[in-house]
């Protein structure tokens, strides 16, 4: 199991008992960090720092002829990936943007006064569907659902058992799949 890499060893008795690469890596950690905060940005260079450790102390490798290149380049190649990962995630975010997104130049991109009322008359639609099955079910619904209060705080506030408030809700989705297929059908 790898160590955790907290800070630089105290006392020459902990280098002592590091043996090759680590006591490298131990002895250069303050230059590998200054390395890779000029490749990485804010705390991203901690964290490479972090899986530079891990590999150091996992590395199965026979003699390094070099251990403190090793550690740079390998210090180097993690600020790479880190990189491209970061470039790769804005692209899919920004191509996902890109597709799904239909701004227009020059165009707002507000609903419409029409959308607005019609997503208006549907809510409306909503909650008589849901209050057309009573009061308690609409209430265990919007605190769930709406809220986000767990089932059991609902059964405590309500006074109702967990098993009360898990029917309500299912009624509740009943009512809002029901509600859906009639809006979409007509």
């Known amino acids: 199991m790898a160590r955790r890499l907290c800070s630089k060893p105290q006392t020459a008795s902990a280098e002592m008992t590091a043996n090759g690469l680590e006591a490298v890596f131990l002895s250069n950690r303050d230059k590998l960090l200054q390395f890779l905060r000029s490749l990485a940005r804010g705390d991203d260079a ?30 180097h190649n993690l600020a790479l990936e880190r990189y491209r990962q970061t470039a790769r995630a804005q692209r899919r975010d920004q191509d996902w943007s890109d597709s799904v997104s239909e701004t227009v130049a020059g165009v707002s991109d507000d609903p419409s006064a029409e959308r607005i009322l019609v997503a208006r008359e549907r809510l409306r639609l909503a909650e008589e569907a849901l209050l057309a099955l009573g009061e308690r079910t609409a209430t265990v619904f919007r605190r769930y659902r709406i809220e986000g209060r767990s089932q059991r705080d609902i059964a405590a ?19 809002m799949i029901a509600f859906r297929r009639q809006d979409y059908a007509g």
Do not use: F, N
Request: without cysteine.
């Open 46 to 75: 901690e964290d490479l720092l972090q899986e530079l450790w891990l590999r150091a102390v996992t590395a199965e490798t026979g003699p390094i002829a070099k251990p403190l290149s090793y550690l740079y380049r390998t210090a």
């Open 157 to 175: 506030e309500l006074g109702i058992s967990l098993s009360a408030v898990e029917k309500d809700l299912q009624k509740a989705y009943q009512a």
